[in-house]
């Protein structure tokens, strides 16, 4: 299920980044070059929206930005490991290493929810964050995201 949104394009792998925005304004940037948006605005300005009400920085060094929007037609998955990790204000404190954006038009409620709720659980399993964090090429990141969504 996961892995059918994802491909190699889509993962991010950054030694560092100064601030979240920046890193999410990257991983939107990713879904934009590959055609998959037209354009960049009104999708930050939806997580932005959604940051301010609260931080999707979970805990355990994970951050699950996500929105809905009509600015996109079918749902949107993008992965970013940041090796020295960064400070998206999460709920433990921790600095995040782990992000996956979410961002599906309003009529996908379903499936997003359902994308969020795979994505919370697999995160849930140290394994699982401890081998994303391990993985140095997006091809890697794809398997144990395989591996991982059952």
């Known amino acids: 299920m996961i892995e059918e949104l994802l491909d190699e394009d889509l993962?991010?792998?950054?030694?560092?980044v100064e601030d979240k925005f920046k890193?999410?304004?990257?991983?939107?940037?990713?879904?934009?070059?590959?055609?998959?948006?037209?354009?960049?605005?009104p999708i930050?300005?939806?997580?932005?929206?959604?940051?301010?009400?609260?931080?999707?920085?979970?805990?355990?060094?994970?951050?699950?930005?996500h929105a809905r929007t009509e600015a996109v037609k079918d749902l949107l998955l993008v992965v970013a490991i940041v090796k020295k990790g960064l400070d998206f204000q999460s709920l433990d404190g921790?600095?995040?290493?782990?992000?996956?954006?979410i961002v599906a038009p309003e009529e996908a409620k379903k499936n997003y929810i359902n994308v969020l709720a795979r994505i919370s659980r697999m995160c849930r399993q140290?394994?699982?964050?401890?081998?994303?964090?391990?993985?140095?090429?997006?091809?890697?990141?794809l398997e144990v995201?395989?591996?991982?969504?059952?």
């Open 23 to 41: 890193l999410i304004e990257m991983m939107v940037d990713r879904t934009l070059s590959k055609g998959l948006i037209m354009t960049r605005e």
């Open 11 to 16: 993962i991010l792998i950054v030694d560092e």
């Open 145 to 150: 995201i395989r591996e991982y969504d059952m």
């Open 94 to 101: 921790k600095l995040v290493s782990i992000v996956f954006l």
């Open 126 to 141: 140290e394994e699982f964050r401890s081998a994303l964090k391990e993985s140095t090429l997006p091809s890697e990141i």
């Open 44 to 65: 930050m300005e939806k997580i932005r929206e959604r940051e301010e009400l609260e931080s999707t920085g979970v805990v355990e060094g994970i951050a699950i930005p």
